[in-house]
């Protein structure tokens, strides 16, 4: 069934406050929305490019506080990004993305303007945690320059994939950071434990990062992996020091995270530090 909206009021040009069929009112965002609209127009949203809709009461008074804090063509620029980002993803956001990327990337073309350099310690560890997100953020940040001119530097990249990646599976920015945060401390005690500097190039690293960030998923899920009793004993006497490296490992990931680690994650973790270790 086909959606229809009353125009209640004309924020923008790209952005109109509206009551639906069930006479619930919603912030409707595209390009052009609000162009020679007035109220009491009716919107037919199906017919409308690029229209996101904010239903929630909260999100949609964050969204009408950012509207007095920035320009309408940028605005604009941001419904671009989105509308991009969503297509290259294959995903749909949550709405909550107009107001946290909006104002995120808002606030650091600010930030540059003034010559103020904010940097991101985790950018590497984002671009190999999440690579789709990565490689959109950074033809988002070429379009922010064609838009704006204003080139934000790469540590924007990795804010920007952790916005896509919170936007596209309903994690909080705060957790997404908790958790690159827990990684970064894992390798640290890694190299202490082993005595090494990893070679953040190299591709036993972007398997240690998949495998600590696949691991950190399955405790958040409290997945069982499967029993590897056998595996496990060999392991143990034969590479005692990555073993036990293992164990302490998971139980700081189970204090991180606060749920129970399966027993069998300690022989995969093995075998990733192992390759790790020098021989």
């Known amino acids: 069934m086909d959606r229809h909206y009353t125009i209640l009021k004309v924020l923008n040009n790209n952005v109109v406050i509206a009551r639906d069929s069930s006479l619930q009112e919603v912030v409707l ?24 809709i904010l239903n929630d009461a909260e999100e949609q008074q964050q969204y009408k506080q950012l509207l007095s804090q920035v320009d309408e063509s940028f605005i604009l620029v941001m419904n671009e990004v989105i509308f991009y980002s969503e297509n290259q993803l294959g995903v749909k956001f ?28 985790f950018s ?36 920007i994939a952790l916005h896509l ?49 696949h691991g950190i998923d399955r405790i958040e899920r409290e997945e069982q992996v499967g029993k590897q009793d056998r595996l496990a004993k060999v392991l143990k006497e034969e590479y005692p020091v990555c073993y036990n490296l293992a164990w302490k490992l998971m139980k700081v990931m189970q204090q991180k995270v606060g749920k129970n680690v399966s027993d069998a994650e300690a022989v995969y973790l093995t075998m990733h530090l192992q390759r790790l270790s020098p021989q």
């Not at 949550?94 to 310690?121: C, S, V």
């Not at 789709?132 to 530097?153: F, M, N, Q, R, S």
């Open 29 to 52: 965002i595209g390009n052009g929305i609000g162009f020679s609209k007035k109220c009491n127009d009716i919107l037919d949203g199906p017919s409308v490019d690029k229209l996101y």
């Open 94 to 121: 949550n709405e909550h993305i107009h107001i946290a990327l909006t104002d995120h990337i808002a606030f650091a073309l600010k930030r540059i303007q003034q010559g103020i350099d904010i940097t991101n310690p």
């Open 124 to 159: 590497k560890e984002t671009e190999l945690l999440y690579p789709k997100e990565y490689a959109v953020a950074e033809d988002v940040v070429k379009l922010i320059e064609e838009e704006t001119g204003i080139h934000l530097p790469e540590g924007e990249i990795g804010f």
């Open 165 to 213: 990646h919170s936007a596209a599976t309903n994690r909080s920015i705060s957790k997404l950071n908790s958790y690159s945060q827990l990684i970064n401390s894992l390798i640290q005690i890694i190299e202490q434990q082993l005595d090494i500097s990893i070679d953040r190039s190299s591709i036993d690293y972007l398997r240690l990062i998949q495998h600590l960030r």
